[in-house]
């Protein structure tokens, strides 16, 4: 059974900058596990940001951006906004199967 | 705009069936597979299985095979999900999404709008 590691919780100050990560079970995730990165805001359906370690969809913000570091995927938010606190969560693939990771709650204080 | 509009919320009994539907408009439905993920209350997301809308193709997660099959009608550009043998643990929102996987990348893009399906006696 393989598990998708995300830090369960994060705080960061308005303006601030905050680096989200995904861990796999399987060892360190590389870019052949097309890491996606998706946010979810309270009674609505999740919304993609990045795919592919580090390509952003039409509509994803300048602020987020993807890539791989020490071993994991992450996600990182410079300059956030308010707006920005919702749950966070990421997806690596094996070969035709998905996994989504436990989710990140970032809190913006 | 792609969208991605499911059937609407259902309430079933233990050991019932549910098909959920998810009707897709403003691109080609057959050059792009969806995923169903579904989240149980106040849990994470959960990868159900994906299909291909090109030739039918499907691969499921192993917790849920021989209970759950993915189809699609491309007459009308429609993925159905039925999920079997209902029990109280599968209540949650159904999601359909669409997903792209080529030899340079996997993306998932846009999501339908989230099925409630609850199951009590």
């Known amino acids: 059974q393989t598990v998708v590691t995300q830090e369960p919780s994060l705080t960061v100050s308005p303006g601030g900058t905050v680096t989200l990560t995904c861990a796999s079970s399987?060892?360190?995730?590389?870019?052949?596990?097309?890491p996606n990165w998706f946010q979810q805001k309270p009674g609505q359906a999740p919304r993609a940001l990045i795919y592919?370690?580090?390509n952003k969809h039409s509509w994803t913000p300048a602020r987020f951006s993807g890539s791989l570091l020490g071993g994991k995927a992450a996600l990182t938010l410079s300059g956030v906004q308010p707006e920005d606190e919702a749950e966070y969560y990421c997806?690596?693939?094996?070969?035709?199967?998905?996994?989504f990771g436990g989710g990140t709650k970032l809190t913006v204080l | 705009q792609v969208q991605l509009v499911q059937s609407g919320a259902e309430v079933k009994k233990p050991g019932a069936s549910v098909k959920v539907s998810c009707k897709a408009s403003?691109?080609?439905?057959?050059?792009?597979?969806i995923s169903w993920v579904r989240q149980a209350p106040g849990q994470g997301l959960e990868w159900m299985g994906w299909?291909?809308?090109?030739?039918?193709?499907?691969n499921y997660a192993q917790k849920l095979q021989g209970r759950v099959t993915m189809t699609t009608d491309t007459s009308t550009s429609t993925a159905y999900m039925e999920l079997r043998s209902l029990r109280s643990d599968d209540t949650a929102v159904y999601y359909c999404?669409?997903?792209?996987?080529?030899?340079?990348?996997?993306?998932?893009?846009?999501w339908g709008q989230g099925t409630l399906v609850t199951v009590s006696s």
């Open positions: 997806l690596l693939y094996y070969g035709g199967a998905v996994v």
């Open positions: 592919s370690t580090s």
């Open positions: 299909i291909s809308a090109y030739n039918g193709n499907t």
């Open positions: 999404a669409r997903e792209y996987y080529d030899s340079s990348g996997y993306s998932i893009d846009y």
């Open positions: 403003g691109y080609t439905f057959t050059s792009y597979g």
């Open positions: 399987t060892g360190a995730v590389t870019s052949g596990y097309y």
